[in-house]
């Protein structure tokens, strides 16, 4: 695949399209870049959840020379079962042991995760107890690093109760929509100030 002046490797899909979102990306697909510097994980295809936001940012890092995979998680609906409210159609959102794996191979991790605060904010805090790298949250409902603090979220101001910790916020990220070209230009400048921090080692590995 070839993407601005580079040519980066990614694998796009795990098997035949299935069903609405599914036409973009399947759930258990893992998009692997040349190199592992930065994975986008996005929410199982379904009615309301397709992955077209992650999608069009990751394909936007690719043409601005950033290596990002992209994970279409299994689990990727609902809350986690720790969540103070259920949501997703009954289901439990959860991390496969593979998941977990693909993700820590990986210096910096992009989440998005929907639109409900009180939903994303439990998914977000879900993986990084599963995960010790740095992450940038997508979402669409404004939302602060206090507001992650607040539930035990470790961020760049503050140490929590979870491995990872949040280390960017793009809010007004909107799931089946087309994603703003001022977003994207956020994200882009984000995503390359945390990868020079983490080489400048400012985001240390938890104990």
Request: proline share 5%.
């Amino acid at each position: 695949m070839v993407v601005g002046r580079d040519t980066q490797l990614v694998a796009c899909r795990k098997g035949q399209a299935l069903g609405l979102g599914g036409g973009m990306a399947q759930r258990g697909t893992f998009a692997k870049a040349w190199r592992n510097d930065v994975i986008a994980i996005a929410m199982s295809p379904g009615p309301r959840h397709v992955p077209k936001p992650v999608c069009e940012v990751t394909t936007e890092l690719r043409d601005k020379g950033v290596n990002v995979g992209e994970l279409i998680l299994n689990g990727g609906d609902g809350t986690p079962a720790d969540a103070p409210s259920g949501g997703g159609h009954g289901v439990a959102f959860g991390l496969e042991l593979e998941e977990i794996d693909i993700i820590g191979r990986h210096k910096l991790l992009i989440e998005h995760h929907g639109n409900v605060k009180a939903h994303f904010i439990y998914k977000v805090r879900f993986v990084l107890k599963k995960v010790n790298i740095p992450s940038i949250v997508l979402c669409q409902s404004p939302v602060t690093y206090e507001d992650f603090e607040a539930i035990g979220v470790s961020t760049r101001n503050k140490e929590g109760k979870t491995q990872g910790k949040v280390v960017g916020i793009v809010s007004g990220i909107v799931r089946r929509e087309d994603v703003p070209q001022e977003k994207l230009n956020e994200i882009v400048s984000k995503v390359r100030m945390c990868l020079r921090e983490i080489e400048q080692g400012k985001f240390t590995p938890s104990e």
